[in-house]
T-cell receptor, first 113, second 115 residues
Framework: QQQVKQSPQSLIVQKGGISIINCAYE??????FPWYQQFPGKGPALLIA?????SEKKEGRFTISFNKSAKQFSLHIMDSQPGDSATYFC????????????FGQGTELSVKP | GAVVSQHPSRVICKSGTSVKIECRSL??????MFWYRQFPKQSLMLMAT?????????EQGVEKDKFLINHASLTLSTLTVTSAHPEDSSFYIC???????????FGPGTRLTVT
């Protein structure tokens, strides 16, 4: 019940295209859903996050769509660029668990020029 | 957000020796830090929660006697891998918990190779 399932495992997108990564969860106690971007050999960095009372959040080219009833959320990267090539992790937090992040399995995104 | 550093960034040690990794919160007094391990092409796995001035809380399956965590100050937590073996080779990442349970800032990671 603590799992966050992420798909696809890898994704290849042409420059200028839309990258879409999906996540699903079971634990309804989760109340915060961040996305992290990680480049090889680096620590993850927070990209964008959403709370379950909001259905969509947009920051620049990055958008999170959230479906509370389906317990699913997704990251959309518009106008994907080669510099976006990285591994993306969705995650979930339960406030009552003291900030523990439950990570998805990760998606390796490659944007081809 | 908080700026987090780790030292060393890379370390190679011989099997059977111990190695210490430092995690520093440079601009924020961190009561809580986390330690993660990440194998190649895999997700981050939480190893333990480090609380300043008290014992760390380890996740199920993590050997507390093998992975010693000390959080002696609000800016420093250390992870010591004791009697390291090749299977301990991994990328170790720490993070700092911010003012709310929703804020977590990651360090750059430490690549440990045990030969």
């Amino acid at each position: 019940q603590q799992q966050v399932k992420q798909s696809p495992q890898s994704l290849i997108v042409q420059k200028g295209g839309i990258s879409i990564i999906n996540c699903a969860y079971e634990n309804t106690a989760f109340d915060y859903f961040p996305w992290y971007q990680q480049f090889p050999g680096k620590g993850p960095a927070l990209l964008i996050a959403i709370r379950p009372d909001v259905s969509e959040k947009k920051e620049g080219r990055f958008t999170i769509s959230f479906n509370k009833s389906a317990k699913q959320f997704s990251l959309h990267i518009m106008d994907s660029q080669p510099g976006d090539s990285a591994t993306y992790f969705c995650a979930a937090v339960d406030y009552n668990q003291g900030g523990k992040l439950i990570f998805g399995q990760g998606t390796e995104l490659s944007v081809k020029p | 957000g908080a700026v987090v550093s780790q030292h060393p960034s890379r370390v190679i040690c011989k099997s059977g020796t111990s190695v210490k990794i430092e995690c520093r919160s440079l601009d924020f007094q961190a009561t809580t830090m986390f330690w993660y391990r990440q194998f190649p092409k895999q997700s981050l796995m939480l190893m333990a929660t480090s609380n300043e001035g008290s014992k760390a809380t380890y996740e199920q399956g993590v050997e507390k006697d093998k992975f010693l965590i000390n959080h002696a100050s609000l800016t420093l937590s250390t992870l010591t891998v004791t009697s390291a073996h090749p299977e301990d080779s991994s990328f170790y990442i720490c993070s700092v918990l911010g003012l709310s349970p929703y804020e977590q800032y990651f360090g750059p990671g430490t690549r440990l190779t045990v030969t």
